[in-house]
């Protein structure tokens, strides 16, 4: 293994301590597999240590190892499927974060590498986006709890869409981030526009725009027969065969998280004369006319203060768009 200079000392101090680790974890991890262990060390672990001040150096050593065993041990690293985007977080975007990482290395690190892998899980979600955000905005915070809070807001603008009301909360707290994330003009009052996206979700999305949710769980997606769709509070209750969902969609994103039949069941149904309606498959709203990628027979609608949800029985997917 070769690694810089500085790296090698800190290793060579602490052998023991580290050789002993690595007996653990291979008790911990059937299979555990040191030679990718070394290649992480020096492929992703080194990049990191040498940004960091040589005063600190020492415990972000010891947290990034105990880091290292654990994403070898999972096989998060060395190439698997699983936790593809760890080596471009621990190459490109932790460096950029080495002065604040510093600060608290063991639960940072793990909190960013968690994020990460929970962000990858979700299908429509972007780990690239979220990535570059935190490489490119959240270099410039200083503070340890500053930067778990950007990573929620990042998350939110990469398509975690479940986050909005705990992102809005960073954002309030990170006016100056908050701007630069969400693309928003310095002249604006923040506090005003964040009170009305915890309302709207689709305050900040071009207008005609929608998303599509859901495909057949042969082709990788979570619905194994034509979904059902119901409106409730927070989104929309989906039940596709044996399964539900709950539904949330914004201009960001939108994911699909499991719910219950009881929820299902008790999802609300719509009425009033202020509604969206279908012509054809296009929706129609207040304000808005969306022409929907579905096959126009059979459409089904339902819909919530701002949001319409359209499915087919012919198709497996969702659209959701705004209506007001």
């Not at 608290?104 to 590498?113: E, V």
Request: proline share 6%; hydrophobic share 45%; net charge negative.
């Amino acid at each position: 293994m070769s690694v810089s200079a500085e790296f090698a000392g800190l290793l060579r101090a602490g052998r023991p301590q580290f050789n002993a680790r690595v007996a653990t974890a291979r008790l911990c991890y059937p299979g555990f597999n040191t030679d990718t262990l070394g290649r992480f060390l020096q492929d992703c672990v080194d990049p990191l240590i040498r940004r960091v001040d040589p005063v600190q150096r020492g415990a972000v050593c010891s947290a990034a190892f105990d880091v290292a065993l654990d994403l070898v041990g999972r096989e998060l690293a060395g190439g698997h499927a699983r936790g593809a985007f760890i080596q471009t977080l621990w190459q490109e975007t932790l460096p950029a974060l080495a002065g604040t990482l510093a600060n608290r290395p063991g639960p940072l690190l793990s909190a960013l590498c968690n994020a990460l892998l929970n962000l990858e899980a979700l299908p429509a979600a972007r780990p690239t986006q979220w990535l570059q955000l935190l490489r490119e905005q959240g270099a410039g915070l200083t503070d340890a709890d500053a930067l778990l809070q950007f990573g929620v807001l990042a998350a939110w603008r990469a398509g975690a869409a479940h986050f909005r009301m705990a992102a809005l909360t960073a954002a309030a707290q990170l006016p100056d981030a908050a701007r630069a994330v969400l693309d928003l003009p310095t002249g604006q009052d923040l506090p005003a526009l964040l009170r009305v996206l915890e309302q709207n979700p689709w305050l900040l999305a071009p207008a005609g725009s929608h998303i599509e949710v859901g495909a057949f769980t042969g082709f990788g997606g979570h619905f194994a027969e034509p979904p059902q769709v119901r409106a409730g509070a927070d989104g929309f209750l989906v039940k596709s065969g044996e399964r539900c969902f709950l539904l949330i969609a914004d201009c960001f994103g939108a994911v699909l998280m499991p719910a219950s039949q009881e929820e299902f069941d008790g999802a609300g149904v719509q009425s009033g004369s202020k509604a969206p309606r279908l012509q054809g498959s296009t929706l129609i709203g207040a304000s808005t006319q969306i022409e929907l990628n579905l096959p126009s027979g059979g459409l089904q609608l339902a819909w919530n203060n701002y949001s319409a949800a359209v499915n087919s029985p012919h198709s497996f997917s969702i659209c959701v768009a705004p209506w007001t």
